[in-house]
Each structure stands twice: as structure tokens, then as C-alpha cells.
């Protein structure tokens, strides 16, 4: 299943603010950060200076404060903390962002030169949002000017580093940050991981939570592929509020273009999948059939990354008896590639029909290389001659160059004529070894 661009750009964001949700709960106490984590993630803005006081009257007034940490210090301690792979702990990433959280304004320099010499990617992206969303706070202009100095050498991080900027300047001066992207929109256009367009979906983030009226307004500002971006910070900001949520479908629906009222639509609904996927299905039912199709190519995208089996039958569901082979097709081709024994079982469960034969060649396609004994197999179930000549030749063409003796034995059991069976061989005699 080749994903939409909107569902990619979606993951980006969510990814992003769970980092953003990481740091806010490493350093609340156990029942606020309980209460917030759904409003903590949604926030991408990075900032510690207006929880300084209420964290330390919400705490043990008769603790001792702790001592202050030099830049060394903290670094030594992340380092410690932040080994390679272990990122993808949620636990680990609240420990570090605590421990960032410990840096004063006058110790950002310092911290920025030890980020510079991180060598982790994932880490070394971590400590640049948190650094420079500190400093944005203070200076948005002058951490936003350092970002775009060392944002061309340093890929996604430099990308994620100005929208850390530009999401703690949008809380503090939103005029301010809009000016700067109008004046330097062209300056960088480096793609959507590279260019000032990035930085759209955290300053449209920040406007939705706090002006939306003033965030639509700027919207119709911006040239088409501006407003993608824009659109996806918009979406990010209602993501775990029902209230905003619904607002902000609501001024979706009044969109005049029925193209990008389909593409904010799906983008808001690839995020809220991600988080909360029965309500995200709920909702899709209750819109009128006419639009549901498209909604729910979007939703099985999705699901087809985080439940596979629970998207397919998503998938599945209503759907018209001429669209299901190329369905089955769509959730073979994505989950055979990560669990081809659970997919491979779930497909054997659906029926024996031909309108499975796209999905069994698929299955076929994904499993060829590392299981071909077990793809040659599947041939067998296909019930159209000619697709299962398509997928035995596939299966052979792979197969032949690892094990000839298998290959040919398995080919003359993979019920094709033997006209069909010498074409296949013919075609591998012929055919140049990569």
C-alpha cells in the first residue's frame, strides 16, 4: 500500500509531538502529568520558563532545592541516559527532557556547542529542539537567525530545530514569527524536511490553540503547497481536544475547495487514527456515504501500520464487491512485508473466491525472497491461470539463482501446463544475472 502523503505527513507531526509530550511529562508530578499527558503531547512548543513556579509550589515544599547542574554536568548525565537505540523509550526520552530542563538561558551557548558534538542522530535531534525552544522563548529572532545558520548542514535535524523555534517564538509573538516567515519563505526551500515551510506547522499549531479565526485568516494567505503544511499544524493542535476538534472540522467544511477540504479532512483523520482509532471509525461512519470512501483509504492506511488486522477488516467493511481485489491486494502488499504468517493466515480465513486472487499474488510478491518454497506454495490457491502463472514465474526467477534443484522441482508442482512451465524456464535461461 503506497501510503498518501497526507497520512506521511501526519506520522511526522505526531512524531514530533511526542516528543514535545515527552518533555513536558518528564518533569510534572505523577498525577499532573497523569491528567495532562493528552494535552502535554499536542504541544509542540518546548518550553519550561511558565512551569517553573507551579512545578515547585506542586511539590514537596520541605524538600531541599536541587543543586544546580553545570552544562557539563547535564550532558554527562544525557549521555549516560540516552544510549544508542533507547530513544524509543518513552521513559528514556522523559528523563532526558527533564534533565534539559535544567538548563538556564545563560547556559544555552554552552549547550549548544555540546549538541553540535553529539554524534546519536535521534538524541542529538531531541537536544536541539529542547535548546533552541529555550532560547526561542527569550529571543525567537536571534534563536531563529543561529537555526537557519545550521539548519542546511544538518538534514531532518535542522528542519526540526527551526519549527522547535518557530513553535516557542509563535507562543510568545505570533505577529513577530508570521513576519519572519513572509519575509524568508523563499530563502530555503529545501523540500518539506528542508525548507521554511516546515516551520508552518508549528506557527499554525500555535494560531488554531489560541486565535483560530486568525489562523484561518492566514491560511488563505498562502500559496497551495504552503497551506499543506499549514493545514497539518492546524490539525496537530485539535488533535486531543473533542471540542477543537470538532470546531475546526466544522471550518474544514466550509472550505470553498472540495480538493483541500478532502485532503485537511483525511490529514486530521490519519492523526486522530494514530491516537484513538475507534473514535476516529466512529466518526467516519456517521458522514455521508458518498464521502466515506475516500475517509476510509486514509483510515486503513493508518491502521494498516499500527493494527493491521483491525484495518483490513476496516478496509473491508461496506466496501463494493469490485473494489476488494484490489483491497486485498493493498493489505497483502503491507502486511505480508512486516508479519507474512499473520497475514498469510488472516487472507486463508477470508474465502477461496477469485476476487482473492490480487491479494494471493501480492502475498506471493512479498514473501518471494526470504520464504520462496512457502510463496510457491501460495501459487496454488490462485484460482486465475494466468496470474498464477505470473506469480510462479516471480517465485522461480528468485528462487532459481539460490537453490536450481528446489526451484525446478517446485515449478513442475505449481499447477501450470507444461508449455507455461518451459516458458518460465526459457525465460530464466535468457534473462541477464544481476
Known amino acids: ?25 518528564g518533569h510534572l508530578p505523577p498525577a499532573q502529568a497523569s491528567a495532562n499527558a493528552p494535552a502535554a503531547t499536542a504541544n509542540l512548543r518546548l518550553s519550561s520558563s511558565t512551569r517553573a513556579g507551579t512545578d515547585g509550589t506542586s511539590r514537596d515544599h520541605t524538600r531541599a532545592p536541587d543543586k544546580q547542574m553545570t552544562v557539563k554536568q547535564v550532558f554527562a548525565q544525557l549521555k549516560a541516559t540516552m544510549r544508542p537505540g533507547s530513544m524509543q523509550n518513552p521513559m528514556v526520552m522523559m528523563r532526558a527532557m527533564a534533565l534539559l530542563d535544567k538548563l538556564r538561558p545563560e547556559d544555552l551557548p554552552e549547550a549548544l556547542a555540546e549538541a553540535e ?12 529542539m529542547a535548546v533552541m525552544g529555550k532560547w526561542a522563548e527569550q529571543d525567537g529572532a536571534a534563536a531563529m537567525k543561529y537555526a537557519e545558520e545550521h539548519a542546511k548542514d544538518l538534514g531532518t535535524t535542522g528542519a526540526i530545530m527551526k519549527m522547535s523555534v518557530a513553535a516557542a517564538w509563535a507562543e510568545s509573538d505570533p505577529n513577530a514569527v508570521w513576519e519572519w516567515y513572509k519575509s524568508n519563505k523563499d530563502n530555503d526551500s529545501g523540500g518539506m524536511l528542508g525548507g521554511n515551510q516546515m516551520v508552518l506547522m508549528s506557527v499554525f499549531s500555535s494560531l488554531m490553540a489560541n486565535d483560530p479565526d486568525t489562523a484561518f485568516k492566514r491560511l488563505d494567505e498562502l500559496d497551495p503547497q504552503a ?6 499544524g492546524m490539525t496537530q493542535s485539535a488533535l486531543f481536544d473533542d471540542t477543537k476538534r470538532q470546531a475546526l472540522l466544522s471550518r474544514i467544511d466550509a472550505m470553498p475547495d472540495g480538493a483541500e477540504r478532502t485532503q485537511a479532512r ?5 492523526q486522530w487514527a494514530m491516537l484513538a482509532p475507534d ?17 476510509r483509504d486514509s483510515m486503513g492506511a493508518v491502521l494498516m501500520m499500527t493494527d493491521p488486522k483491525k484495518g483490513a477488516a476496516f478496509m473491508l467493511e461496506g466496501a463494493a464487491a469490485e473494489d476488494k481485489p484490489k483491497i486485498y491486494s493493498s493489505v497483502m502488499s503491507t502486511w505480508a512485508r512486516t508479519s507474512p504468517d499473520a497475514a498469510s493466515a488472516w487472507l486463508a480465513g477470508q474465502g477461496n473466491g477469485p476476487e482473492m486472487d490480487q491479494g494471493r499474488l501480492a502475498l506471493v510478491n512479498a514473501i518471494s525472497d526470504k520464504n520462496p518454497s512457502g510463496a510457491m506454495n501460495h501459487t496454488l490457491e490462485i484460482t486465475d491461470a494466468n496470474l498464477r502463472f505470473t506469480a510462479a514465474n516471480t517465485v522461480y526467477q528468485k528462487w532459481q539463482a539460490k537453490d536450481a534443484a528446489a526451484a525446478n522441482q517446485a515449478l513442475d508442482k505449481a499447477g501450470l501446463t507444461a508449455e507455461q512451465v518451459q516458458q518460465i524456464r526459457s525465460s530464466q535461461q535468457t534473462t541477464p544475472r544481476q
Open 1 to 25: 500500500m503506497k501510503a498518501n502523503p497526507s497520512v506521511l505527513l501526519a506520522g511526522l507531526v505526531l512524531w514530533i509531538a511526542t516528543l514535545a509530550g515527552a518533555y513536558q511529562l
Open 117 to 128: 558534538a553529539m554524534k546519536d542522530p535521534q538524541g542529538k535531534m531531541m537536544v536541539y
Open 227 to 232: 497551506r499543506t503544511m499549514a493545514l497539518a
Open 266 to 270: 483525511q490529514m486530521l483523520l490519519s
Open 279 to 295: 473514535e476516529a471509525t466512529a466518526w467516519i461512519g456517521q458522514q455521508p456515504a458518498a464521502e466515506q470512501k475516500e475517509l
